[in-house]
T-cell receptor, first 113, second 111 residues
Framework: DVKVTQSSRYLVKRTGEKVFLECVQD?????MFWYRQDPGLGLRLIYF???????EKGDIPEGYSVSREKKERFSLILESASTNQTSMYLC????????????FGPGTRLLVL | KQEVTQIPAALSVPEGENLVLNCSFT??????LQWFRQDPGKGLTSLLL?????REQTSGRLNASLDKSSGRSTLYIAASQPGDSATYLC??????????FGKGTHLIIQP
């Protein structure tokens, strides 16, 4: 079974803090993705990565950065957390190729105060 | 820019009914279409993936169809059960660039 794990299920941070969300997959997938999910807006793509040290902006990259130093790990970084980044963050991974299923982690619910 | 719309936004039906969830998309140049299930506070579980060259996929009581030219997909659930209660999400594949999601249909199956 494919397993995508996220470091925290719930996180509470203060405005201005630097926040790291970690995602690890165990299926040797080339592609990894970060989405955020908000009521009324659905899931939106923040960043994705095709390979180690590669990163591409998604639809809403502002205020975020990412790091992929190892194939199995993809980190989302909030350089200076703001209240409008309070959200559910979902990580996903897939094999390379446009027809591959994406597998999602359980999500991290982040509250920025 | 691709837009994905799901109708209805919410649906409540008695147990045992067959039901159809609808998904439409604005750009027919898609690689695939996926249907996911999401339980409250949880991640997404992939239900069915239809490649752009396919017309339908089936898994158990679920059947998904794809009409790329008209920009539509349907998810058919046969003999619904209370355990089917969840939010169902349709997502269009943009190649390796991730997925574009609809806002989901919140389904409640009444025992």
């Amino acid at each position: 079974d494919v397993k995508v794990t996220q470091s925290s299920r719930y996180l509470v941070k203060r405005t201005g803090e630097k926040v790291f969300l970690e995602c690890v997959q165990d299926m040797d997938h080339e592609n990894m993705f970060w989405y955020r999910q908000d009521p009324g807006l659905g899931l939106r793509l923040i960043y994705f990565s095709y390979d180690v040290k590669m990163k591409e902006k998604g639809d809403i990259p502002e205020g975020y950065s990412v790091s992929r130093e190892k194939k199995e790990r993809f980190s989302l970084i909030l350089e200076s957390a703001s209240t409008n980044q309070t959200s559910m963050y979902l990580c996903a991974s897939s094999f390379q190729g446009p027809i591959e299923t994406q597998y999602f982690g359980p999500g991290t619910r982040l509250l920025v105060l | 820019k691709q837009e994905v719309t799901q109708i209805p936004a919410a649906l409540s039906v008695p147990e045992g009914e067959n039901l159809v969830l609808n998904c439409s998309f604005t750009d027919s140049a898609i690689y695939n279409l996926q249907w996911f299930r999401q339980d409250p506070g949880k991640g997404l579980t992939s239900l069915l993936l239809i490649q752009s060259s396919q017309r339908e996929q089936t898994s158990g009581r679920l059947n998904a169809s794809l009409d790329k030219s008209s920009g539509r997909s349907t998810l058919y659930i046969a003999a619904s059960q209370p355990g089917d209660s969840a939010t169902y999400l349709c997502a269009v594949g943009r190649g390796a660039d991730g997925l574009t999601f609809g806002k989901g249909t919140h389904l409640i199956i009444q025992p």
